[in-house]
């Protein structure tokens, strides 16, 4: 059975670092790009990055080049999308989704990791 | 980068009713879109890809059609688990792979 199994909600302060992590079991890791998506409160779905972790090839959506990085450790299959300076704005859940072969939608969803920034 | 609409925000429809929910796109996509469903707490679901293809275990009362930039999503005969909140998703040309706003369908 395919899963994304994500960290869980966090709650952190404006200007602190945070990495949020997506962990797929059930395939293999290697082979699929695995993207991440925002949902600020009560608004829709923002497709920000996708990664390829049989080799880290990157892509970013423009909005979010620079504000956000996303990484893969294959070795433990776990794809991860991190802040340096969170910002209040920065608050929303956050999904990982897993990239089909040869047809790109996603089929297989995380739960989300709520993020909530606030002093 | 593509900017996907859909129409309308909220569409209010009965129970057994048809609904119609449209998406457009700002270029072409040929027949490179999908629709999911998500309901309020809950991971998105994907119900249509390639246009008018349903995902595995997807009821037969959803359908899609469309190709191009005009694309249609419709519900035969609503259920009270079908009100939720859809969106659209082009993957012609990436990044990004962009989302439609939404359109919330509720009960009427």
């Known amino acids: 059975e395919v899963q994304l199994v994500q960290s869980g909600a966090e709650v952190k302060k404006p200007g602190e670092s945070l990495k949020i992590s997506c962990k797929g079991s059930?395939?293999?890791?290697?082979?699929?790009?695995i993207a991440w998506v925002r949902q600020m409160p009560g608004k829709g779905l923002e497709w920000m990055g996708i990664?390829?972790?049989?080799?880290?090839?990157?892509r970013y959506s423009p909005s979010f080049q620079g504000q956000v990085t996303i990484s893969a450790d294959k070795s433990i299959s776990t794809a991860y999308l991190q802040w340096t300076s969170l910002k209040a704005s920065d608050t929303a859940m956050y999904y990982c989704?897993?990239?089909?072969?040869?047809?790109?939608?996603?089929?297989?969803w995380g739960q989300g990791t709520l993020v909530t920034v606030s002093s | 980068e593509i900017v996907m609409t859909q129409s309308p925000a909220t569409l209010s429809v009965s129970p057994g009713e048809r609904a119609t929910l449209s998406c457009r796109a700002s270029?072409?996509?040929?027949?490179?879109l999908a629709w999911y469903q998500q309901k309020p707490g809950q991971a998105p679901r994907l119900l249509i890809y390639?246009?008018?293809t349903r995902a595995t275990g997807i009821p037969a009362r959803f359908s899609g059609s469309g190709s191009g930039t005009e694309f249609t999503l419709t519900i035969s005969s609503l259920q009270s688990e079908d009100f939720a909140v859809y969106y659209c998703?082009?993957?012609?040309?990436?990044?990004?792979?962009?989302f439609g706003q939404g359109t919330k369908l509720e009960i009427k």
């Open positions: 989704a897993r990239r089909e072969l040869t047809t790109p939608y996603f089929e297989y």
């Open positions: 059930g395939y293999s890791f290697t082979s699929y790009w």
């Open positions: 990664i390829y972790p049989g080799d880290s090839d990157t």
């Open positions: 270029q072409s996509v040929s027949t490179n």
């Open positions: 390639g246009a008018s």
């Open positions: 998703q082009q993957y012609n040309s990436w990044p990004p792979y962009t």
